[in-house]
């Protein structure tokens, strides 16, 4: 079912569900399409990837001091991607089936992997013992939360940043309208597929609710790629932000 401007709940059990299923696809030749799909186009998986790390990465000045942590991270694609010494990466996923294998294929001693959701992030950290961080990545995962407990876990993911921080939300937009897809049946996926394209308005007003009211503001923001091919949807498209706390 397709949903044009109304909210609408998507079902978190059908969700997990389906990224069970995803994990049941790893594949090690082509591991980064189990959460960037295009199962067959390995190509176009590795493209995007390649684009998304060259120009996010640089923005986020990771450093020996850089604590990092990834709320969503599936089997850690991100991980990968921090090849410099840092202080600690944190993952977390609601898939307890990718947090697998993340652990799996991440053995450094610094880098650290746990299954949570990301609605009770504050709980799944304090359970590990985990504090606070300087660097947060939202990579794709905003799509997965209702609306309902859109503010909630940003209050949580507010109170988790150090004084001075840095937040990177990579996230697929309703470009015209908000479009919500549930109990959808993808050819591509071979699946059911549940997600909530926002406008950027729309994120706009969740952030300014519980992020930019907290000392954060906007550093950058825009399409993520630039290259017509990458973008392969006409109603939607990959966007970032780039918020910055500075001490107060």
């Known amino acids: 079912m397709r949903i044009v401007q109304k ?9 997990k569900h389906f990224f069970k299923n995803r994990a049941d696809k790893f594949k090690e030749d082509n591991p980064y399409a189990v959460t960037m799909y295009q199962d067959d186009h390995p190509e176009l998986v590795r493209e995007r990837n390649q684009k ?13 001091k850089t604590k990092l942590l990834d709320i969503a991270c599936g089997i850690g694609r991100w991980a990968d991607a921090i090849t ?4 600690e990466y944190c993952g977390i996923d609601f898939s307890g089936e990718l947090i697998k294998i993340a652990n799996e294929r991440n053995r450094r001693e610094n880098f650290f992997f746990y299954e ?5 992030i504050a709980s799944v950290l304090a359970a590990q013992k985990r504090e606070t961080y300087n ?3 939202l990579i794709g995962i905003l799509m997965y939360i209702n609306d309902k407990d859109m503010d909630c ?10 004084e001075q921080a840095k937040i990177c939300i990579r996230e697929p937009i309703g470009l015209k309208d908000r479009l919500t897809l549930k ?6 996926l071979n699946d059911e597929y549940h997600a909530i394209y926002r406008t950027r308005n729309e994120l706009m007003k969740f952030m300014n609710n519980s992020l930019i009211s907290k000392g954060f503001s906007i550093e ?14 006409k109603e939607t498209a990959q966007y970032f932000f780039v918020l910055e706390r500075q001490h107060q």
């Open 116 to 120: 949570g959701s990301a609605t009770d």
């Open 183 to 188: 109990d959808f049946y993808s050819n591509e």
């Open 220 to 233: 950058k923001e825009g399409f993520l790629f630039e290259e017509d091919g990458l973008n392969n949807r």
């Open 135 to 137: 660097t947060v990545l």
């Open 52 to 64: 998304e790390i060259e120009k996010l990465k640089p923005m986020l000045t990771v450093n020996k």
């Open 153 to 162: 876990f940003l209050e949580q993911l507010e109170r988790i940043c150090d």
């Open 84 to 87: 410099e010494e840092i202080e």
């Open 7 to 15: 909210i609408e709940d998507i079902d978190y059990t059908e969700t």
